[in-house]
């Protein structure tokens, strides 16, 4: 059982290439979450979409796009890329229904721009 | 504003004695709090849970304190071991918004030999 696969593990982009992350899970998880981890400041979130064919911003949207390709698939994108989205990208699922339940996450692809 | 805090970067514990991570929030809407522990170059791993109707659970060697009065919770570790040695995150939903978590910076916990 993979759990959440992200791809890829590492990138390096110069600045103003665009560039797409890609996530999937394979646990029928109605729910997917793009985190961006940076030192000091903990884990916050870009973008999230409840269910297929939702999406909606989160704590730090700008910059990014997101699609929810399907139940399995949830893509970042960014555009234009600047040094500031140097960082650690996690994507993460959970299944949200009646009663409370963790969010899982993949291992990260952890994105240079210079 | 952070609305989840975790005041202390770092921890350092002895082998087989008790590791105490602390975590406060602001928010009295949370009603599911979590911890995740995170090894580097790895993804976040689900640790532990509480709901607010509870003060305590407990698995194995990790326990969760709530004291919803003080708006804090605890992570006690016993007894601590070497590969306990990582970044904690303690996490946040607010139960009355979209559900997402909320996370705090993390607590670097070394457990030495």
């Known amino acids: 059982n993979a759990g959440v696969t992200q791809t890829p593990k590492f990138q390096v982009l110069k600045t103003g290439q665009s560039m797409t992350l890609q996530c999937a899970q394979d646990?029928?998880?109605?729910?997917m979450y793009w985190y961006r981890q940076d030192p000091g400041m903990g884990l916050r979130l870009i973008y999230y979409?409840?269910?297929?064919?939702?999406?909606d911003k989160g704590e730090v949207p700008n910059g990014y796009n997101v699609s929810r390709l399907n139940k399995r698939e949830f893509s970042l994108r960014l555009e234009s890329a600047a040094p500031s989205q140097t960082s650690v990208y996690f994507c993460?699922?959970?299944?949200?229904?009646?009663?409370?339940?963790?969010?899982?996450f993949g291992n990260g692809t952890r994105l240079t721009v210079t | 504003d952070q609305q989840v805090k975790q005041n202390s970067p770092s921890l350092s514990v002895q082998e087989g004695r008790i590791s105490i991570l602390n975590c406060d929030y602001t928010n009295s809407m949370f009603d599911y709090f979590l911890w995740y522990k995170k090894y580097p170059a790895e993804g976040p791993t689900f640790l532990i849970s509480i709901s607010s109707i509870k003060d305590k659970n407990e698995d194995g060697r990790f326990t969760v304190f709530l004291n919803k009065s003080a708006k804090h919770l605890s992570l006690h570790i016993v007894p601590s071991q070497p590969g306990d040695s990582a970044v904690y995150f303690c996490a946040a939903e607010d139960g009355g918004s979209q559900g997402n978590l909320i996370f705090g910076k993390g607590t670097k916990l070394s457990v030495k030999p």
């Open positions: 993460a699922s959970r299944l949200r229904g009646a009663y409370k339940s963790p969010l899982h």
């Open positions: 646990m029928n998880h109605n729910s």
């Open positions: 979409s409840a269910s297929e064919g939702t999406t």
